[in-house]
């Protein structure tokens, strides 16, 4: 029981109240730039969980089972790198040859995640964080979920303000970030949260 | 004076942050106060300059196919070296930084430059290309980190510079003071364009 209440706050801190996009302004650049159409963001927020929960996986137990043991705990950003990039390339590799209907949602979105801050940030705050190796792939999955809801919302709402008045400077990118700005003031709401 | 040109392009025309909205994640998240935006700008120009020297030097060496990779690795070996210089002479600043140095290896702008300039350019021009866009990277979270530093705490690099009757807007160090201070700069950066 003690378990699945850790789990159950670990899930609305990596969600809301420490929301990695809003909060600690990772993957902001797929932020920006994927959240001009609905379903597009939607792809991309499906091939991030994805990709996070894995990473998550595979850097905790290379970092457990080989940097540590071997201590090159120094080697880690380039071990953690790399290893995504490659998880990269075989996840692409895989979902092409066995599912191509999703390979086609997610195709252009895939290669693009490789330089997502978010996938090597939460690879090392799962360390930093002393996560088991359970609570670091859950991790991923959450802080990947919470990626995905604000990618949507986003999304939404750029699709409606396309149609709206705005002046022609704050067009496109400003007026995005100002948006984005009103998400993390609402989002802050959450850090009164006690868990 | 063409390497001239390479230097100062970074600066405003080809403003790295401003322009081409690269490098985002460090730009909102380190730019609390002053001090934290010279460190996290002094640690990407360094490996800016030293991955661009590096790359322009071995690019003839490198197969077309795996030279993202390549120049990933290149990059994370810099960022890694800065990583340990600054927890070992600047561990407070290091401390403050915190992911977001290692974060250095996914930021656009280095990896942009990588492939936009030192994969076909000289030793010499990567360099001042690297020197102009770190520069660039360095002054745009400068200005932003000194608004909020200023609108947040009232302070400048520590320093009261509001009178004592000023209560400061705290929302302006938080997150959502990042994004805001950010969308309104670009949108008077594109007013001045026209």
Redesign the interface.
Known sequence: MEFVSKIFAMAIVAIFVQNFVLMRFLGLCPYIGVSKKLDSALGMGMAVIFVMTMASTFTWLIQSYLLVPLKLEFLQTIAFILTIASLVQLVEIIIQKTAPALYKALGMFLPLITTNCAVLGVAILNINEEYSFIEAILNGFFAGLGFTLVLILMAGIREKLDKSEIPASMKGMPIAMIVAGCMALAFLGFSGLKI | MKLMKEFTKGFIKENPVFVM??G???T??VTTSVENAIGMGFAATFVLVFSNIFISLIKNFIPAKVRI?AY??VI??F??II??VMHAFVPALHKNLG?FI??I????II?GRAEAFAGKNNVIRSIFDGLGMGIGFTIAIIVIGAIREILGAGQLLGFDVLPQTYKPVL?AI???????V???L???M??KK?
Do not use: E, H, Q
Request: aromatic letters at 2%; charged letters at 5%.
């Open positions: 909205a690269l985002l994640c460090p909102l998240a990779p990933i690795v994370a070996s960022v890694t990583d340990m992911l290692p974060l290896v996914v930021n656009c990896l929302v938080l997150a959502p003071g990042a994004f805001l950010m969308g309104l670009m949108g008077l594109n007013l026209k």
